[in-house]
């Protein structure tokens, strides 16, 4: 297992959406703990992200304009070695988080954010992402399957 001080210099993340309220709680949180934050407000450019740079977790909202979590999750399985999922909600509740763990997300997160579950479930997930393995054969998305 992975100690606070590696965690520091490995975590990379990007978030999905606009949250508008939450962005500096997140830009804060991640300075903090040493992590990266990518940003992606669109599915071309999430997609441009995780071909360029590492991700191991990806913070999508539930909803976002032409988008949602379950299309995320979608594009995530194409890859390599697809990045944990954390879906957040301002509607978050007991149906939405059997749904994200059933389709295969890590977890759901309520909105407004809270920062030490935010580090809990990051660092969860990331700590998940090490442990899964890569999977042979598996193209990472190409450029023309950018909708």
């Excluded at 297992?1 to 508008?20: F, H, I, P």
């Excluded at 763990?101 to 407004?112: E, K, M, S, V």
Aim: glycine residues 2%; hydrophobic residues 45%; proline residues 5%.
């Amino acid at each position: 297992m992975k100690d606070r001080a590696t965690l520091q210099s490995a975590v990379s993340a990007l978030l999905v959406g606009e949250y508008a309220k939450d962005r500096l709680l997140l830009y804060d949180l991640f300075r903090k703990l040493g992590w990266r934050l990518f940003e992606a407000r669109s599915r071309r450019r999430a997609i441009e992200c995780l071909e360029r740079n590492p991700v191991q977790v990806v913070i999508a909202e539930s909803d976002v304009p032409h988008w949602n979590w379950k299309k995320v999750l979608r594009d995530l399985r194409r890859l390599a070695h697809p990045p944990q999922l954390v879906v957040t909600s301002r509607t978050a509740d007991d149906s939405l988080w059997a749904e994200v763990l059933n389709i295969g997300a890590f977890d759901l997160l309520a909105q407004p954010l809270v920062p030490d579950e935010v580090e809990r479930v990051v660092a969860s997930a990331y700590r998940h992402f090490e442990l899964t393995p890569m999977r042979a054969g598996r193209p990472a998305l190409a450029a023309a399957n950018v909708a």
